[in-house]
């Protein structure tokens, strides 16, 4: 059995503890996660101890990536549980801060980041990348890691934070890390507790039919038509709706019109209440 987590509330414990082990000579790794950790967060972790000698894993369900309607208060949360499958990973300490100490009275700043946040998600959820930008800003400079790790399952997102890391002259080696999946293809995702049975059945075929569509780019199909398709597969699938299927330029999210450049499929989809996302590269 491993040794309980310890955990830091504040800025000055984790602040403490990070200059304690760097006196010491380790290196810092970062995981940012919103907790109900899965495989996916703990591969993270794993990515993250293979390169540092001290693993931060940070637990903050935050407030300002969730728009009103949406799900944060039945967010799963589950501290107790992922304390102890992050120590299970090897992760050296869990930065779980309250909500005040992120966000005190009077805290009037946000990060946002224009060109690669723009689409997509950052379309369909407005709020979402502001929110997601100011708490990772915050994060990073709060811990200052040598390098932070994030998962390509929230591959825009990835890209907004590298975005954010450049221009503000953060000084910390941003880590993507591959989509970790169930074993029918399924991304791992919190939100994935909430689905029904039959939901869940459902949901493993959006990784099916991006497989589909990426056979059909390869094979010469004009990338509007397989995105119209792709779409008309989710709902024949039993999707509820389909926010968008998108072909797109790897690094900049831009609309291609073939496949002369590294290119990415991303999509996200409803089953019921439950919002689903996932991506590839083509
Ligand atoms: P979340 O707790 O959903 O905000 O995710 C925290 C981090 O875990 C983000 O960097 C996600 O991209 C990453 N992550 C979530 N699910 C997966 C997955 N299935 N595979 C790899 N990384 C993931």
Redesign the pocket.
Known sequence: MSAPLPIARTVADLRAAIAAERKAGAAIGL??????L?E??L??VRAAKQRCGFVVATLFVNPKQFAPHEDFDRYPRDEAGDAKLLAGAGCDLLYAPERAAMYPEGFSTSVLVSSVSTMLEGQMRPHFFGGVATVVTKLLVQALADAAF?????YQ??LVIKQLTRDLDIPVEIVG?????EHDGL????RNFYLSQDERRIAARLNYVLHDAIKALRAGAPVDAVELEASRHLTAAGFTSVDYVAIRDAASLQPIANLNQPARILAAAWLGKTRLIDNMAV
């Open positions: 995981a940012p996660t919103m907790g109900a899965h996916g967060h591969s993270l994030f998962g390509e399952k929230d997102q990835l890390c591959p989509t970790v999946r991304a791992m995702s919190s």
